[in-house]
């Protein structure tokens, strides 16, 4: 059903649980991880910081890139980042999608709510408030 996958990444549970559900409805697909460095939050923070932010990203990438091969499924990765101060993930997430063109879009989501969504805000919110695709949200599972 679906050709092209983005998954967004960020290294939580909850984006793994994400690229297991397009591995697993990806069969016939390509997959394409994402993962988004924010570069206006990253500015204040020390060089070193940074560059162990990309590392991160780049491992995320390499572990999903191992996961989709190895269910059969083509996959590419991209450690992408955000343009400038007013430039945000989801939106540099949109670009990734139009420009790869995606049929589904697959990203966990934290679930936040209350003073908790209002301190850290929501990606995936903002993201599926301007898809122009559909998108799968998925979640941590809650431990027992």
């Not at 589904?104 to 003073?115: A, D, F, K, N």
């Amino acid at each position: 059903m679906y050709r092209n996958i983005l998954v967004a990444l960020d290294g939580s549970e909850c984006s793994q649980r994400a690229l297991d559900e397009a591995i697993r409805i990806g069969a016939r697909a390509t997959v394409r991880t994402v993962f988004v460095i924010d570069v206006a939050a990253l500015s204040s923070y020390p060089a070193q910081y940074r560059v162990n932010v990309r590392e991160e990203g780049a491992r995320t990438l390499e572990i999903a890139y191992a996961q989709v091969i190895d269910a059969g499924i083509k996959c590419e990765t991209e450690l992408a980042e955000t343009r400038n101060v007013t430039d945000t993930i989801a939106k540099c997430l949109q670009r990734r999608v139009v420009h790869m063109p995606a049929d589904l879009v697959v990203m966990g989501t934290h679930g936040r709510s209350g003073l908790r969504r209002l301190a850290l805000g929501s990606v995936a919110e903002a993201f599926v408030r301007r898809s122009t695709c559909p998108v799968l949200l998925t979640r941590a599972l809650k431990s027992a």
